[in-house]
């Protein structure tokens, strides 16, 4: 049941704009913040590149990886995203998030024992039925991150914001969907209020938003659109900033490539590749130029950098580019709350 959305009536993408402050700074201040989009689009590296920048502005900020392949330790130069929030980076917590780790942590807390949890959820036959149960998983990662965003340390929320490395567009909106589908499908009781809970927290048109990152490829751009009006027709997940992920920078000013005309001999071939270069620039532009018009979304351009995961000084060379076009993320406010100093 859990595989289908919501047969409440769509929201028209006039009922739910992109956002109710459309400015990208504004968008970035968020406590909830998801990416998502095609995969191999680098989603994983922008999540981390927002988390990083908003823990460096003082925010206790958790990065949430769902279900993927340690793609965020990877970026944040960490050997393994743990289970459960773990201080990777000054201010900055990492957690990946999967079915069985999630399902496992909550049922423990019902439970309570964990010797009563190895008996029924570890009986083969539960596991395989449990396995059988379309959209059990999304829904369990869910309700983690609905957990982690209400847990306290002293009188103030344990973190200030969650930035959510969703998975590929299909799953993402399995992911994005399913405690609304359960929430309006299930009779009155604890689990229908638990779903409502969970949906509210990536519903909430002030507190959270969709960051939709895209290549300035044909399919990327396809996949990136499709997402946003699904996010805002179907899902109810408010849009926020559309990442142009790898825009290569122009290589020559204009007018100068009719210089390539002319060279001959030696130089002849490499006039050539320089001229596939700037076709390429010229692909990039008019898909870059679709996804503005057609998104719905402000857009921001992350240009190619010349570095990889491997490399040191990576993310932050992301972070730079996002701050180039928006600005430093908002300092966070010193609060001091009984038990714990806010710094």
């Known amino acids: 049941m859990f595989d289908r959305p919501s047969q409440s009536p769509p929201r028209s993408l006039e009922a739910l704009p992109s956002s109710t402050d459309p400015?990208?700074?504004?968008?970035?201040?968020?406590?909830?913040?998801?990416?998502?989009?095609?995969?191999?689009?680098?989603?994983?590296?922008?999540?981390?590149?927002?988390?990083?920048?908003?823990?460096?502005?003082?925010?206790?900020?958790?990065?949430?990886?769902?279900?993927?392949?340690?793609?965020?330790?990877?970026?944040?130069?960490?050997?393994?995203?743990?289970?459960?929030?773990?201080?990777?980076?000054?201010?900055?917590?990492?957690?990946?998030m999967t079915p069985a780790g999630a399902l496992r942590e909550y049922a423990l807390m019902v439970l309570r024992f964990k010797a009563l949890y190895h008996l029924v959820f570890e009986n083969r036959l539960v596991r395989y039925l449990l396995r059988s149960i379309p959209g059990l998983g999304e829904f369990t990662m869910?309700?983690?991150?609905?957990?982690?965003?209400?847990?306290?340390?002293?009188?103030?929320?344990?973190?200030?914001?969650?930035?959510?490395?969703?998975?590929?567009?299909?799953h993402a909106i399995t992911f994005l969907s399913v405690a609304r589908v359960v929430a309006d499908t299930v009779p009155d009781g604890v689990m229908k209020d638990a779903a409502e809970k969970m949906a509210r927290l990536v519903e909430d048109p002030e507190g959270a938003c969709l960051h939709v990152a895209a290549l300035p490829e044909e399919m990327a751009v396809n996949e990136a659109?499709?997402?946003?009006?699904?996010?805002?027709?179907?899902?109810?997940?408010?849009t926020g900033i559309g990442f142009l992920n790898r825009m290569l920078t122009p290589l020559l000013a204009p007018g100068e490539a009719r210089v390539l005309d002319g060279l001959t001999g030696p130089l002849a071939p490499y006039a050539r590749a320089v001229q596939r270069r700037l076709a390429w620039e010229e692909v990039q532009a008019d898909f870059a130029a679709r996804f503005r018009d057609e998104s719905g979304m402000p857009v921001v351009v992350v240009p190619d950098v010349l570095k990889t995961e491997r490399d040191d000084g990576f993310v932050e060379s992301v972070i730079a580019s996002i701050n180039e076009s928006v600005g430093p993320s908002r300092p966070a406010r010193l609060t001091i709350s009984p038990g714990r100093r806010r710094e």
């Not at 920048?53 to 990886?65: K, N, P, V």
């Open 142 to 170: 869910m309700g983690k991150a609905w957990y982690h965003s209400t847990e306290t340390d002293g009188a103030l929320p344990r973190f200030d914001r969650l930035v959510i490395d969703a998975p590929a567009t299909g």
């Open 23 to 96: 400015r990208p700074a504004a968008l970035l201040e968020r406590r909830v913040q998801i990416v998502a989009g095609k995969g191999g689009v680098g989603k994983s590296v922008l999540a981390s590149a927002l988390a990083l920048r908003s823990a460096q502005a003082g925010h206790r900020t958790l990065l949430l990886e769902v279900n993927g392949p340690d793609a965020t330790a990877r970026v944040l130069r960490v050997k393994t995203a743990p289970d459960e929030p773990r201080e990777v980076r000054d201010r900055l917590w990492l957690c990946r």
């Open 225 to 238: 659109l499709h997402l946003a009006s699904v996010a805002r027709v179907q899902l109810r997940v408010a």
